[in-house]
């Protein structure tokens, strides 16, 4: 059973780099419907290939593997409200307070606005040779689904000029 349709989205297998694959799917790495990518670290000297990691421990945070696709498709599950609940959503979907003041972040979910004052909701993400983005604009009808083969490439503004672009020319 497959509800969301993630096809090319696996848990990371605790014995090598390589995706667990689900029984029955495919026995092989040359059978993938996408390219593993090569993973990379930039320093002041620029890039070089990231150390291998096993990302199993934290399954839930980072451990699987994953295209732009499946993840937007994701996004555009939460957009639609088919993952959760009504209730359920919104806890992830509510900014917490601390002391009176908002901590930007629900349950496993940045809650915002960008900086031109557009609610969105998501999360971005940080490992060994990886970086993520997820942004869900509820009121634009919007998923951005952006992923990046390289630790901390530190272009979070250029992405964010990006959607800003692809949302005003909408």
């Keep these: 059973m497959n509800p969301l349709d993630l096809q090319n989205t696996f848990a990371e297998n605790v014995r090598s780099s390589a995706p667990c694959l689900p029984a029955g799917r495919v026995e092989t790495l040359e059978n993938y419907d996408f390219d593993l990518a090569t993973f990379y670290s930039k320093n002041r000297l620029g890039f070089r290939k990231a150390i291998p990691v096993n990302n199993h421990y934290k399954l839930a945070g980072s451990g699987y593997v994953s295209t732009s696709a499946d993840i937007a498709k994701f996004g555009q599950a939460y957009l639609n409200s088919e993952v959760l609940d009504k209730t359920v959503l919104s ?10 003041n908002p901590t930007y972040y629900g349950l496993g979910w940045q809650v915002s606005e960008d900086k031109k004052g557009r609610a969105f909701f998501g999360h971005v993400g940080n490992g ?3 970086y993520s983005n997820l942004f869900i604009y509820p009121k634009e009808q919007m998923v951005f689904s952006i992923l990046i083969n390289c630790t901390k490439p530190q272009i979070q ?14």
Aim: glycine share 12%; hydrophobic share 35%.
């Design 91 to 100: 806890k992830f979907l509510t900014s917490e307070n601390i002391n009176g």
């Design 128 to 130: 060994v040779g990886g």
């Design 157 to 170: 503004d250029i992405l964010d000029n990006s959607i800003d672009l692809i949302i005003s020319n909408s």
